[in-house]
């Protein structure tokens, strides 16, 4: 007996070991963030690119109206490239994404330009705030660089261990195809609280409306095919500088007139892409606040199978 209490003291102090590790992890990710993105578009109307996404203290301001967009919303806006702070893009689909034609090395290059490394080293970052992108599965290579197609959805779980009170600030930006240089995104860092003042969460929920896409004022709204990314191997190659500012989007070129919604790319039409019509949907954003176990939790389980095991032993 007395042995037998010996290794269990052993194996106690053991778990209570384990314990203080996972209680160290489990308290840095007590808060898990679920954000889902949902395509409200019309059928044959618009996708949305990769959907960047953080939460920080209200001073990442991705751009502002009436001023030239940085470089990240220029490459966000007009190629849908917003870095890949999570981890999220697939090694196969680089691969098959440089058979069918991107520029892997031009892609390289604007990684250190693009909105996530913009943030990474703000002081936004610096005081705890957090990213990721929505990269859906849904992608494909052909016909074109769309990453959530009407109608369908995508979640992911960020693990937030910054101090909700300094950090209770929302936002999220992508690229809107078919368009030129078209994009969603809130424009007041500050607008979207899913904490409150005391740090209590109080999530999100909104639709994103035609009426509110912003113009990167970057490329000319041309609608050619061969300046949007209908295909990867357009990605990067740019279309005509239109040295303009951020500001509301006015909308697609007319039916009739050789715009986004008279082409039929691969068997693919855009008839009801044009944003701009009464009461257009873009997008439903919610930020849902998931259950994490905790540290107390654990500390119970891993008692009763203690106990567990002393009274197997006993018997």
């Not at 489990?26 to 959907?51: C, F, K, M, S, Y």
């Not at 896409?213 to 095919?225: C, K, M, S």
Request: proline share 7%; charged share 15%.
């Amino acid at each position: 007996m007395n042995n037998f209490l010996t290794k269990y003291r052993l194996m106690s102090a053991s778990l209570l070991a384990i314990l203080s590790t996972l209680t160290g992890s489990q308290a840095a990710q007590a808060t898990r963030l679920r954000v889902t993105v949902e395509n409200l578009a019309p059928v044959n109307g618009q996708g949305l690119a990769p959907i960047w996404v953080s939460f920080h203290d209200g001073s990442f301001d991705i751009f502002d109206v009436d001023e030239t967009a940085p470089r990240y919303l220029e490459l966000l806006a007009e190629d849908g490239i917003t870095g890949d702070p999570g981890n999220r893009v697939p090694t196969d689909f680089l691969v098959d994404a440089a058979a069918a034609g991107l520029d892997l090395a031009a892609l390289a290059a604007a990684g250190p330009e693009s909105i996530a490394a913009a943030f990474a080293m703000s002081a936004a970052a610096l005081n705890g705030g957090v990213q990721d992108s929505l990269f859906p599965d849904f992608i494909r290579i052909n016909p074109f660089f769309a990453g959530l197609p009407v109608g369908e959805k995508i979640s992911i779980d960020v693990d937030f261990d910054a101090d909700p009170i300094n950090n209770q600030f929302f936002s999220y930006a992508s690229m809107l195809f078919p368009t030129n240089d078209g994009f969603i995104a809130n424009e007041d860092p500050t607008e979207i609280p899913i904490f409150d003042d005391q740090g209590n969460f109080i999530g999100a929920d909104f639709v994103v409306l035609g009426s509110e896409v912003w113009d990167a004022g970057t490329e000319v709204n041309d609608e050619d095919p061969a300046s949007m990314p209908y295909e990867v191997s357009v990605i990067l190659n740019g279309g005509v500088d239109e040295n303009s500012t951020v500001g509301l989007h006015p909308g697609l070129l007319p039916p009739g007139s050789g715009g986004a919604v008279d082409f039929t790319i691969n068997g693919f039409t855009f008839e009801n892409a044009d944003f701009s019509a009464p009461g257009y949907q873009i997008a439903r954003i919610t930020v849902e606040q998931i259950t994490v176990p905790e540290p107390s939790t654990i500390l119970g389980l891993l008692g009763l199978g203690s106990l567990g095991l002393l009274r197997r032993k006993k018997s």
